[in-house]
T-cell receptor, first 114, second 113 residues
Framework: AQSVTQPDIHITVSEGASLELRCNYS??????LFWYVQSPGQGLQLLLK??????LVQGIKGFEAEFKRSQSSFNLRKPSVHWSDAAEYFC????????????FGTGTQLKVEL | DGGITQSPKYLFRKEGQNVTLSCEQN?????MYWYRQDPGQGLRLIYY???????QKGDIAEGYSVSREKKESFPLTVTSAQKNPTAFYLC????????????FGEGSWLTVV
C-alpha cells in the first residue's frame, strides 16, 4: 500500500522568504501526487497535481512542486511567501487503479512572520 | 454557484445518539467520499462511492454508515457504535475522467458530549 510522509509538523518563515515543504511517498510505481492547502476550520483546496510528464508542476497562488523519482519526493516550493500563505499543507498520493482514493500525509503547519 | 455543500457546519450531540451529516454537490461528479480529520493525523477515508447505489468502506468505516440514492447526495451517519466521534468531517467528490483529483467541501464539526 502507498504511504506519504511529511517530516515537518511546523515550519516558520519570514514574509518574503522562500519556502520548501517536504513530502516523501512510498509506492512501487509512479504515483499520482497532490498538494492541498487548508485554512483553519475550512475544507482543503487543491494547489497542484502531478500525474506524468514534466516533473516540475506549476500550481495556483505561485506554488510549484518537483517530482523526484530517485528520492521518492514531491516537495512544494514558493519563491516568496506572503502572510496569507499561513495555513496547513497536505501532500497526498493516489495510484492507478486505486479507485480514485487518496492517501494523505499528516500535514505541515506553516506560520509566516511579518 | 457550483460546489460541494456540507451541513450543518457545527453539530453537538449527546453520547449514544446517531447523527447524520449532509453532503450535496451540484457539480455532476460521479465519485464521492467522506474523510475524517483529527489533529496531527491527517485525513482518513471513511467511505467512498463511485456510482449511485454503490459504496465501499474506507480505512475507518466502523461506526459509520452511508447511502448513495442520488448522484448529488452522499449523507454520512455517525452511529453510537463509533467510539470517538468528535472530529472534523470532510465530504469530497471527483469528476469523471479527472483521475484521483478530489475536491472538498467546507467540512462539518461534530462534537459529542
Amino acid at each position: 500500500a502507498q504511504s506519504v510522509t511529511q517530516p515537518d509538523i511546523h515550519i516558520t518563515v519570514s514574509e518574503g522568504a522562500s519556502l520548501e515543504l517536504r513530502c516523501n511517498y512510498s509506492y512501487g510505481a509512479t504515483p499520482y501526487l497532490f498538494w492541498y492547502v487548508q485554512s483553519p476550520g475550512q475544507g482543503l483546496q487543491l494547489l497542484l497535481k502531478y500525474f506524468s510528464g514534466d516533473t516540475l508542476v506549476q500550481g495556483i497562488k505561485g506554488f510549484e512542486a518537483e517530482f523526484k523519482r530517485s528520492q521518492s519526493s514531491f516537495n512544494l516550493r514558493k519563491p516568496s511567501v506572503h502572510w496569507s500563505d499561513a495555513a496547513e499543507y497536505f501532500c497526498a498520493v493516489g495510484v492507478s487503479g486505486g479507485g480514485n482514493k487518496l492517501t494523505f500525509g499528516t500535514g505541515t503547519q506553516l506560520k509566516v512572520e511579518l | 454557484d457550483g460546489g460541494i455543500t456540507q451541513s450543518p457546519k457545527y453539530l453537538f450531540r449527546k453520547e449514544g445518539q446517531n447523527v447524520t451529516l449532509s453532503c450535496e454537490q451540484n457539480l455532476n461528479h460521479d465519485a464521492m467520499y467522506w474523510y475524517r480529520q483529527d489533529p496531527g493525523q491527517g485525513l482518513r477515508l471513511i467511505y467512498y462511492s463511485q456510482i449511485v447505489n454503490d459504496f465501499q468502506k474506507g480505512d475507518i468505516a466502523e461506526g459509520y454508515s452511508v447511502s448513495r440514492e442520488k448522484k448529488e447526495s452522499f449523507p454520512l451517519t455517525v452511529t453510537s457504535a463509533q467510539k470517538n466521534p468528535t472530529a472534523f468531517y470532510l465530504c469530497a467528490s471527483t469528476p469523471q475522467g479527472e483521475r484521483n483529483t478530489i475536491y472538498f467541501g467546507e467540512g462539518s464539526w461534530l462534537t459529542v458530549v
